[in-house]
């Protein structure tokens, strides 16, 4: 089995790269992928009521992508009713994008927000940052219970994202940017092969580049496997311990 923990589709205001539906949902046919959490664009730059709805719609029509929603706790009117929309409506997660919208992870709306996730229990997913936010996820939202997944971690990052793991059993970690030899295998081998989770950030980025690193790590048939699918179905809540 083959699940995308990291996807998109729309319009992006910077570049002229296609991230339509229809590439998308190209590149997943094209590798047999079964399910992929996804998100609107839309949702990130502009409006994430509008944007939530786009993604709801798409993956009713679209049953192998996941449902994944975005909220901007800097607008702060309408975050805490749209959570507890998106929960009840089934979806799969919530995406925060801090460096996209300019705000910190020492962010009190946020931090609040992490509050009611942990409550309706929607796990999180946050990009990995710079060097040290990943530590302040640690230590802000780790207790919390609730499960993270730290998106795009890579080269210059690896040492701190082994120890956060290492720390803090609801983080886990998506692969994409993990483009040197060994690094998934470091990882795997400080906090545990249970914490590594595929994506690819398609069509944003190469899905061939992504899967064939993953492909070419040092793993058994099983820790494979659960880097393919099972990991990411215990993030959400969805598979075995």
């Known amino acids: 089995m083959l699940i995308d923990a990291n996807t998109c589709f729309g319009l ?12 998308l949902l190209a590149v997943l046919r094209r590798h ?17 009521l509008s944007g939530n709805e786009e993604t709801r719609r798409v993956c009713q029509e679209h049953p192998q992508l996941l449902p994944v929603a975005t909220v901007h706790p800097g607008r702060h009117v309408h975050c805490r009713d749209e959570i507890l929309r998106v929960a009840d409506e089934g ?14 992870i020492v962010y ?9 996730l942990a409550e309706v229990g929607l796990p999180i997913i946050l990009p990995a940052g710079p ?11 780790g207790p919390l219970g609730i499960n993270v997944l730290l998106i795009g971690s890579g080269y210059g990052t690896n040492a701190e994202t082994a120890s956060v793991l290492a720390r803090w059993p609801s983080l886990y970690t998506e692969s994409h940017m993990y483009d040197t030899p060994g690094t998934l295998e470091y990882v795997g081998e400080v906090a545990g092969f249970d914490r590594l989770v595929f994506g690819s950030n398609s069509p944003d980025r ?34 075995g311990d």
């Open 206 to 239: 190469s899905f061939e580049a992504a899967y064939h690193h993953g492909a070419c790590a040092h793993f058994t048939a099983g820790q494979r496997a659960d880097f393919l699918a099972g990991n990411l179905l215990r993030f959400l809540g969805r598979g």
């Open 91 to 104: 979806f799969a997660a919530v995406r925060f994008f801090p460096d996209v919208q300019g705000w910190p």
């Open 108 to 116: 009190q709306p946020f931090l609040d927000l992490c509050e009611l």
């Open 131 to 141: 060097p040290g936010q990943q530590t302040v996820i640690g230590e802000r939202v």
């Open 12 to 23: 992006c205001p910077r570049g002229g790269r296609d991230l339509s539906l229809a590439t």
């Open 32 to 48: 047999e992928v079964d399910q992929a959490l996804a998100y609107s664009l839309r949702g990130v730059e502009y409006d994430f």
